[in-house]
C-alpha cells in the first residue's frame, strides 16, 4: 500500500518537475487567426477611443460576421509599472484601462489582444517584459486579455543578446501559470528561424521583417527597411512545411485597404489567402472604403485562408511576370491563384491536363489529365467552366485571379 502511494507521489512530482513548454499547446488557433492589429495604420497613435471605435466597426461593417475576432492593440499603449511592478496602460490614451477596453470588446462578440516585448523595451520605447514575465502575464489574464503578441526589441546584442527560444519559452509558461487561453504570436522577425523550434511555444511565428505600404519595393527607415507584397511573398519559399493546424507562418499584418491600388489590395489579401497566413487587418476600418471592405470579407478568399487541412499554398508554375499558385484543401479541392507581379497587363493561359498538379508536401496531387474539376471564381463564387480546357486568364497590373477547383462528379 505504501509503495503504491509512493509512487503516485512520484508519478505527480514528476508531472509537476516537467517543464510547461514541453506539455501539448492548447489548441488556441486550429485555423489561421483573423483580426485587425493597430500599428500598420496608427504606429503609436492609438487610445482607447480609436480601438473601441475599431470593435463597433468591425461588428457593423461584418468583419466579426466573416471570421475576424481580434481586436489587437499594439506598441505604445503602455504607461509604466506601479511600485508592485505590474505594467499599467497608459492613463492619457487608456483613461480607463485595459479591463474596461476587454469588456467593451468581448460585450461585442470579439477577442482583445495586447503586444510586449522580450526586451527591456519595446520597439517603440515602452517597459518591455524582460525580467517581468509572470507579472506581465498575470496581468493580461486578469484584464481579461486573448492574445498577446511579443516582439524582439532590445533584447541585447551580440553575444549579450537573449537566447530567443529561451525568452519566448519563458513568457510562454508564464501565460501558462496566469491560466487564461491566451495567442501567443511570436514576432522576432525570423531571425533565428523560428518556425524550426517554435511549434510547442506559440501560435503563430513572424517570418520576415515588417510589411511596408508598398507592392514592391524596400522603404529605408535608417538602420531597417520594411518590405513590400512581393518581397515578403518571396521570402516564404521553403517554409510552407513548417506551418499547420495550430502553428502558422506569419508573413505579417495586412496592407489591404492602405496600399495605393486595388488591384495591389486585391493580390495581396488572395495571397495571404493561399499561404494560409493570419489575416489581421491593418488599416482604417471605421473609414474603410466599401470595395476594401468586400475584399477582406470576401467569404470564398477566407474559406481558402481558413481551409481545415491548414496547408500553406506554393508557387506551381512561373511565367514572366506570371506566377500560379497552388493550395490543396479539403474535400479533395484546390485554390489556384495567378498573380500577376508586373505593372503591365498580361494573359496566360493554363492547360490543365498538360500539367502535372502535385504537392511533396502534403503528398497531394490531382490528376488534371484524368479527372475533371470545375472551375469556381475565388473573388465571384460563380462556376466558370472547368478543367477539360485550357483556361485563359487576363490579369490587369499587379491583379490576382482565383479559382476553386472541385472535383466534377
Ligand atoms: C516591430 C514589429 C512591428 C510593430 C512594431 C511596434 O517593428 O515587427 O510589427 O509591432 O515593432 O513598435
Request: a negative charge; charged letters at 20%.
Given at each position: 500500500?505504501?509503495?503504491?502511494?509512493?509512487?503516485?507521489?512520484?508519478?505527480?512530482?514528476?508531472?509537476?518537475?516537467?517543464?510547461?513548454?514541453?506539455q501539448?499547446?492548447?489548441?488556441?488557433?486550429?485555423?489561421?487567426?483573423?483580426?485587425?492589429?493597430?500599428?500598420?495604420?496608427?504606429?503609436?497613435?492609438?487610445?482607447e477611443?480609436?480601438?473601441?471605435?475599431?470593435?463597433?466597426?468591425?461588428?457593423?461593417?461584418?468583419?466579426r460576421?466573416?471570421g475576424?475576432?481580434?481586436?489587437?492593440?499594439?506598441?505604445?499603449?503602455?504607461?509604466?509599472?506601479?511600485?508592485?511592478?505590474?505594467?499599467?496602460?497608459?492613463?492619457?490614451?487608456?483613461?480607463?484601462?485595459?479591463?474596461?477596453?476587454?469588456?467593451?470588446?468581448?460585450?461585442?462578440?470579439?477577442?482583445?489582444?495586447?503586444?510586449?516585448?522580450?526586451g527591456?523595451?519595446?520597439?517603440?520605447?515602452?517597459?518591455?517584459?524582460?525580467?517581468?514575465?509572470?507579472?506581465?502575464?498575470?496581468?493580461?489574464?486578469?484584464?481579461?486579455?486573448?492574445?498577446?503578441?511579443?516582439d524582439?526589441?532590445?533584447?541585447?546584442?551580440?553575444?549579450a543578446?537573449?537566447?530567443?527560444?529561451?525568452?519566448?519559452?519563458?513568457?510562454?509558461?508564464?501565460?501558462?501559470?496566469?491560466?487564461?487561453?491566451?495567442?501567443f504570436?511570436?514576432?522576432e522577425?525570423g531571425d533565428?528561424?523560428?518556425?524550426?523550434?517554435?511549434?510547442?511555444?506559440?501560435?503563430?511565428?513572424?517570418?520576415?521583417?515588417?510589411?511596408?505600404n508598398?507592392?514592391?519595393?524596400?522603404?529605408?527607415?535608417?538602420?531597417?527597411?520594411?518590405?513590400?507584397?512581393?518581397?515578403?511573398?518571396?521570402k516564404?519559399?521553403?517554409?510552407?512545411s513548417?506551418?499547420?493546424?495550430?502553428?502558422?507562418?506569419?508573413?505579417?499584418?495586412?496592407?489591404v485597404?492602405?496600399?495605393?491600388?486595388?488591384?495591389?489590395?486585391?493580390?495581396?489579401?488572395?495571397?495571404?489567402?493561399?499561404?494560409?497566413?493570419?489575416?489581421?487587418v491593418?488599416?482604417?476600418?471605421?473609414?474603410?472604403?466599401?470595395?476594401?471592405?468586400?475584399?477582406?470579407?470576401?467569404?470564398?478568399?477566407i474559406?481558402?485562408?481558413?481551409?481545415?487541412?491548414?496547408?500553406?499554398?506554393?508557387?506551381?508554375?512561373?511565367?514572366?511576370?506570371?506566377?500560379?499558385?497552388?493550395?490543396p484543401?479539403?474535400?479533395?479541392?484546390?485554390?489556384?491563384?495567378?498573380?500577376?507581379?508586373?505593372?503591365?497587363?498580361?494573359?496566360?493561359?493554363?492547360?490543365?491536363s498538360g500539367?502535372?498538379?502535385?504537392?511533396?508536401v502534403?503528398?497531394?496531387?490531382?490528376d488534371?489529365?484524368?479527372r475533371?474539376?470545375?472551375?469556381?471564381?475565388?473573388?465571384?463564387?460563380?462556376?466558370?467552366?472547368?478543367?477539360?480546357?485550357?483556361?485563359?486568364?487576363?490579369?490587369?497590373?499587379?491583379?490576382t485571379?482565383v479559382?476553386?477547383?472541385?472535383?466534377?462528379?
Amino acid at each position: 500500500m505504501f509503495r503504491h502511494v509512493l509512487a503516485a507521489m512520484m508519478a505527480l512530482a514528476a508531472s509537476w518537475a516537467m517543464p510547461l513548454a514541453a506539455q501539448p499547446l492548447p489548441v488556441l488557433a486550429a485555423t489561421p487567426p483573423m483580426g485587425w492589429n493597430s500599428w500598420n495604420r496608427y504606429g503609436c497613435g492609438i487610445d482607447e477611443k480609436l480601438i473601441r471605435g475599431v470593435a463597433d466597426a468591425m461588428v457593423a461593417n461584418g468583419m466579426r460576421d466573416a471570421g475576424y475576432t481580434f481586436v489587437n492593440i499594439d506598441d505604445c499603449w503602455q504607461g509604466e509599472r506601479d511600485p508592485d511592478g505590474y505594467i499599467q496602460a497608459d492613463a492619457q490614451r487608456f483613461p480607463s484601462g485595459i479591463r474596461a477596453l476587454a469588456d467593451y470588446v468581448h460585450t461585442r462578440g470579439l477577442k482583445l489582444g495586447i503586444y510586449s516585448d522580450a526586451g527591456s523595451k519595446t520597439c517603440g520605447g515602452r517597459a518591455g517584459s524582460q525580467g517581468h514575465e509572470y507579472q506581465d502575464a498575470r496581468q493580461y489574464a486578469r484584464w481579461g486579455v486573448d492574445y498577446l503578441k511579443y516582439d524582439w526589441c532590445n533584447t541585447g546584442t551580440g553575444a549579450a543578446q537573449r537566447n530567443p527560444r529561451e525568452a519566448y519559452a519563458t513568457m510562454r509558461d508564464a501565460l501558462d501559470k496566469a491560466g487564461r487561453p491566451i495567442v501567443f504570436s511570436i514576432c522576432e522577425w525570423g531571425d533565428s528561424k523560428p518556425w524550426e523550434w517554435a511549434q510547442a511555444i506559440g501560435q503563430l511565428w513572424r517570418t520576415t521583417g515588417d510589411i511596408g505600404n508598398c507592392w514592391d519595393c524596400h522603404l529605408g527607415h535608417g538602420g531597417w527597411s520594411s518590405l513590400g507584397v512581393l518581397q515578403i511573398l518571396d521570402k516564404q519559399d521553403g517554409l510552407r512545411s513548417f506551418a499547420g493546424p495550430g502553428h502558422w507562418n506569419d508573413p505579417d499584418m495586412l496592407e489591404v485597404g492602405n496600399l495605393p491600388d486595388l488591384n495591389a489590395n486585391r493580390s495581396h489579401f488572395a495571397l495571404w489567402a493561399m499561404l494560409a497566413a493570419p489575416l489581421i487587418v491593418g488599416t482604417d476600418v471605421v473609414g474603410m472604403k466599401p470595395e476594401i471592405t468586400r475584399i477582406l470579407t470576401n467569404p470564398h478568399l477566407i474559406a481558402i485562408d481558413q481551409d481545415a487541412l491548414g496547408i500553406q499554398g506554393f508557387a506551381w508554375l512561373r511565367s514572366g511576370d506570371v506566377e500560379v499558385w497552388a493550395r490543396p484543401l479539403a474535400g479533395e479541392r484546390w485554390a489556384v491563384a495567378v498573380l500577376n507581379r508586373s505593372a503591365q497587363p498580361q494573359t496566360h493561359v493554363i492547360d490543365w491536363s498538360g500539367e502535372p498538379l502535385s504537392d511533396n508536401v502534403s503528398q497531394k496531387s490531382a490528376d488534371l489529365g484524368k479527372r475533371r474539376f470545375k472551375l469556381v471564381d475565388g473573388w465571384t463564387g460563380k462556376a466558370t467552366g472547368d478543367t477539360a480546357t485550357p483556361l485563359k486568364v487576363s490579369l490587369a497590373p499587379r491583379d490576382t485571379a482565383v479559382f476553386i477547383l472541385e472535383p466534377a462528379a
